[in-house]
């Protein structure tokens, strides 16, 4: 029978911090990667990946437009936070969705070529990024439109994004402990700031530390809403 060595736990956070510089390293590789998907999802069309703009400003005067005549508000303020709301969270499901299937959908290169492992989370969050850049054109506009400058205060949204995306990249590859670590880092930001935290998770344990209240939908449809720990067991 075989034995297998364990891995100190100094030993493991440094193999995993090795992989995301290494990962980090090879721009170039990932970067093309995440560029290559967008331009495939959109090879057959002649505008390219100017459809994801194209459809985000659909949708936003769409529905600015209907609820904004529904809920008798002006869109002077109302639009400019539809907007704003659609496109972070196009990036946050992005990134939760397509981080779930990094290493899934990588498979082939994983099994044929020998790359840090963060490269493939590296090209998830690039890819996402790009579609985030594309989005913001349509902000900007209305911004405009609307004569809305949102102030200073706006440039919180850059540090904001850097804690976003180095989350998502210590929760996608890091090991046991690092995530651990990641977590408490995560739990203290929260209970400091004070700020409401939507999460959509398969992690229950992570879900039971950070929020407080549960939704499970199955298929569009509401089956359980209540304490995260209720919501938890019917799932």
Known sequence: MAEVASTPRSSQVALALYDLVEGARVTHLWGRLGWQDIRRRYRR??????????SMGLLVGVLGTLYGGLFKVQATNYVPYLTLGFVIWTLVNGLITDGCTAFVNASNIIQQARLPLSVHVYRVVWRNLIIFFHNAVIFVVVAMVFSVWPGWTALLVIPGMMLLLLMDEWLSVGDRHLVEKARERLEEFVDRAGILVLASQ???????????????????????TGPIGEVLGDY
């Open 202 to 224: 398969k992690n229950a344990n992570l879900l039971k530390r950070v929020c407080t209240k549960g939704v499970l939908l199955d298929a569009g449809k509401l089956r359980a």
């Open 45 to 54: 069309s002649t505008l390219g990946p100017f459809w994801i703009t194209i």
